[in-house]
């Protein structure tokens, strides 16, 4: 997938680049939040396939079934319906509507309806206090919140219970970054990376961006270049690179990179 930022300017100066910096690891972060969904969908499937018979069928396992496929075809609101339906029917069985109620309570956080998102999120813990996934998209609806302490305290958790989660540690990452503290940042980054979880790449870009930001020119240059290796196509990996080979006095890859970010914004604006 490429990741385009709406606003970059492919012309920025250093100092401007640095000011873009939050918002670009925001729209990483975003893109990352709305593959959640994909991963509840998949634990309710397998629980769902691999449940006890002699519990017959799951009450209106249809809503959820159409909620599935309502998301997949972008119509969150009606998505959001069918999950409330569902849950109507599962409300007193925390391992049918926990699922459910994170998938309704990632929707709405992707629509921006943080207070229902984080009611929602914070049944499911109720329900599923060992499920690092729960404390995951509450912290991250914090964080969206500006609420970044408390979305800390959610990812710690996350990772007590789940010590080898890579989404945890990349989005901690993402939260003390946030918050300028980049020694606490990068080695939550370097295990998120170590773990190679799904998104791997977004971890690496978010490191790059802040070695870049914190003048380890060389460190953003090694990141993004593996970022580039993996997808070919991310055009903010050669702009950062060129500004990074800029910063180190390489001129003849710094336009190499920066002249090829350039005709991939142009490309794909003509999308």
Same mark, same amino acid.
């Given at each position: 997938?490429?990741?385009?930022?709406?606003?970059?300017?492919?012309?920025?100066?250093?100092?401007?680049?640095?000011?873009?910096?939050?918002?670009?690891? +925001?729209?990483?972060?975003?893109?990352?939040?709305?593959?959640?969904?994909?991963? +509840?969908?998949?634990?309710?499937?397998?629980?769902?396939?691999?449940?006890?018979?002699?519990?017959?069928?799951?009450?209106?396992?249809?809503?959820? &079934?159409?909620?599935?496929?309502?998301?997949?075809?972008?119509?969150?609101?009606?998505?959001?319906?069918?999950?409330?339906?569902?849950?109507?029917?599962?409300?007193?069985?925390?391992?049918?509507?926990?699922?459910?109620?994170?998938?309704?309570?990632?929707?709405?956080? +992707?629509?921006?309806?943080?207070?229902?998102?984080?009611?929602?999120?914070?049944?499911?813990?109720?329900?599923?206090?060992?499920?690092?996934?729960?404390?995951?998209?509450?912290?991250?609806?914090?964080? &969206?919140?500006?609420? +970044?302490?408390?979305?800390?305290?959610?990812?710690?958790?996350?990772?007590?219970?789940?010590?080898?989660?890579?989404?945890?540690?990349?989005?901690?990452?993402?939260?003390?970054?946030?918050?300028?503290?980049?020694?606490?940042?990068?080695?939550?980054?370097?295990?998120?990376?170590?773990?190679?979880?799904?998104?791997?790449?977004?971890?690496?870009?978010?490191?790059?961006?802040?070695?870049?930001?914190?003048?380890?020119?060389?460190?953003?240059?090694?990141?993004?270049?593996?970022?580039?290796?993996?997808?070919?196509?991310?055009?903010?990996?050669?702009?950062?690179?060129?500004?990074?080979?800029?910063?180190?006095?390489?001129?003849?890859?710094?336009?190499?990179?920066?002249?090829?970010?350039?005709?991939?914004?142009?490309?794909?604006?003509?999308?």
């Amino acid at each position: 997938m490429v990741l385009v930022h709406k606003h970059l300017n492919l012309l920025l100066g250093v100092q401007e680049a640095l000011l873009v910096m939050p918002d670009i690891l +925001v729209t990483l972060k975003k893109t990352a939040a709305r593959c959640l969904l994909a991963a +509840v969908i998949c634990v309710w499937t397998a629980s769902c396939a691999s449940g006890p018979a002699k519990d017959g069928p799951i009450p209106g396992a249809s809503y959820f &079934d159409r909620a599935i496929f309502s998301e997949s075809k972008g119509r969150h609101l009606a998505a959001i319906e069918q999950y409330t339906r569902y849950l109507e029917m599962n409300q007193n069985s925390p391992e049918y509507a926990a699922p459910a109620l994170n998938n309704r309570g990632t929707l709405y956080w +992707v629509l921006g309806r943080y207070d229902e998102a984080l009611q929602d999120f914070d049944k499911a813990v109720d329900m599923q206090p060992d499920s690092a996934l729960n404390y995951i998209n509450r912290g991250n609806v914090y964080a &969206d919140m500006g609420d +970044v302490e408390r979305a800390i305290e959610d990812y710690n958790q996350a990772i007590t219970l789940d010590p080898n989660n890579g989404l945890a540690y990349s989005n901690r990452g993402l939260a003390w970054s946030s918050l300028k503290r980049f020694d606490q940042a990068i080695p939550d980054l370097d295990k998120a990376i170590a773990f190679g979880h799904e998104g791997v790449y977004k971890s690496l870009m978010k490191r790059g961006v802040i070695r870049y930001g914190t003048k380890d020119y060389n460190g953003a240059v090694e990141d993004f270049s593996r970022v580039i290796k993996m997808h070919p196509g991310f055009t903010e990996a050669y702009y950062f690179r060129g500004l990074a080979y800029q910063q180190l006095n390489e001129a003849e890859k710094a336009q190499t990179d920066l002249q090829t970010a350039m005709d991939l914004q142009k490309a794909l604006e003509k999308q």
